[in-house]
């Protein structure tokens, strides 16, 4: 089946300090990929639509200067936390779906753990 | 927004129990998804409902799409321990994805 890969699993920074996430699909190619945050025992909250080619489309109230994301090719999607703070930590999760799909289902990655100190 | 409401909001049962939680929208929409996650892991899918009406299984798990379009249901029968986990409602209108707000399940050996 489809898989989708998030580097790295976790990761723990200094405050002002900027850490970049990855989001692979690894044997479908995905036009559109999906950011999300989740907070302990929260659901997740969608940050924003990453478009191959074009720029992301974030959802209200998500800061696109300090969230920068990168859809530069078929198969990969990066975000960045720029100047994070502590209260960027979070568990932050992608999505992607097959290209060309549809309303077919999306494979998330395994979520990255970010700290920030 | 979209509303999308998810209960109940935890569960803690006996281990050969079955399970029931469901999803409650304010609006019409024409998908409705089931995810299980892990902790510190990312959601997987477990059922994908795209008719009203529709009743699917996949091994112990069973969900209905509503006939009305606004609801889902999702029952877990005789469960296990691995069952443990959080269950999310998902669903999609325009460009928008909204999840549940999740329900915790744990279950007791």
């Known amino acids: 089946g489809a898989v989708v890969s998030q580097h790295p699993s976790w990761v723990i920074c200094k405050s002002g300090t900027s850490v970049k996430i990855e989001c692979r699909s690894l044997d479908f190619q995905a036009t559109t990929m999906f950011w999300y945050r989740q907070f302990p025992k929260q659901s997740l909250m969608l940050m924003a639509t990453?478009?191959?080619?074009?720029?992301?489309?974030?959802e209200q109230g998500v800061e696109k200067d300090k969230f920068l994301i990168n859809h530069a090719s078929l198969t990969l999607s990066t975000l960045t936390v720029t100047s994070a703070h502590p209260e960027d930590s979070s568990f932050y999760i992608c999505?992607?779906?097959?290209?060309?799909?549809?309303?077919?289902?999306?494979?998330f990655g395994n979520g990255t753990r970010l700290t920030v100190t | 927004g979209q509303q999308l409401n998810q209960s109940p909001q935890s569960m803690f049962i006996q281990e050969g129990e079955d399970v029931s939680m469901n999803c409650t929208s304010s609006?019409?929409?024409?998908?409705w998804l089931w995810y299980k996650q892990d902790p510190g892991e990312g959601p997987v899918l477990l059922i994908a409902?795209?008719?009203?009406?529709e009743l699917t299984s996949n091994g112990r798990l069973t969900a209905q799409f509503g006939i009305t379009r606004k609801d889902s249901f999702l029952n877990i029968s005789a469960s296990i321990p691995s069952d443990v986990g959080i269950y999310f409602c998902r669903m999609e209108y325009g460009n928008k994805l909204v999840f549940g707000a999740g329900t915790i399940l744990r279950v007791k050996s």
């Open positions: 409902l795209y008719k009203a009406g």
């Open positions: 990453s478009n191959e080619g074009s720029k992301a489309t974030y």
């Open positions: 999505s992607a779906r097959l290209q060309g799909a549809g309303n077919s289902p999306l494979h």
């Open positions: 609006s019409i929409f024409n998908t």
